[in-house]
């Protein structure tokens, strides 16, 4: 049996809590902390405990922020009439690095999904409906992962802002720059068809 002392046991412990990171993964992280010099080891620490205190959600869109209303939402020069729906603000960030998009967002906080006993009046879904019925928004885009819980979600989603006299659109799935006909499977290839444009 391995035999670790207590606070490197503990580190492990919290490390594995993390998604993606099972024992082996925790353990070499655990043992790359361990090989930081003092300073290093606060730096860290004082990045963990500062953001942890310092980071919220936006009021309006659940952006992550230092400040409501966000940035983004504060943003005159933002086009009020579209918003793009993301599961999370990693999503959010993906496609704010492009550089193309300029309407604003909204934040669901996750997707539906029952088998992880995740329902949707657990996400911010009630909230986008508030914002769309009180702002003149004009169209919805669905920027969420093509899995069958978000494939569910957009069905749901959509049901609920059709009556509400908004477009509901989705960004275009497909083949990466770069990739295979080939190799792709048929829902990617399908989703490519069903995406194409005039050139």
């Known amino acids: 049996m391995l035999y670790y002392p207590e606070p490197l046991a503990d580190l492990i412990t919290e490390l594995q809590k993390m998604p993606t990171i099972g024992p082996k993964s925790a353990e070499r992280l655990a043992f790359y902390v361990l090989d ?14 500062s953001a942890s205190k310092n980071i919220t959600k936006c009021s309006v ?15 005159v020069y933002r086009d009020n009439s579209r918003i793009c729906v993301v599961a999370t603000p990693k999503e ?36 986008l409906l508030v914002r769309v019925q009180e702002k003149s928004v ?24 059709k009556p509400l006299g908004v477009d509901v659109t989705r960004i ?6 770069g990739g295979d006909i080939d190799y792709a499977d048929e829902l990617t290839l399908t989703r490519a068809l069903e995406g194409r444009r005039k050139v």
């Not at 930081?36 to 405990?49: P, R």
């Not at 919805?140 to 569910?152: D, H, K, L």
């Open 61 to 75: 869109c659940f952006n992550i922020t230092l400040e409501t209303p966000c940035p983004i939402c504060k943003d």
């Open 138 to 161: 004009k169209e919805i885009i669905m920027a969420i992962n093509p899995s069958v819980e978000g494939e569910a979600t957009i069905i749901y989603l959509s049901r609920l802002l």
């Open 172 to 177: 275009a799935y497909g083949l990466p720059v």
């Open 36 to 49: 930081l010099s003092e300073e290093e080891t606060i730096k860290l620490s004082d990045a963990l405990v």
């Open 92 to 127: 959010l960030l993906a496609i704010e690095k492009t550089g193309e998009y300029n309407g604003l967002y909204h934040v669901l906080g996750g997707i539906i999904a029952p088998l992880n006993q995740v329902s949707p009046d657990m996400l911010n879904i009630k909230e």
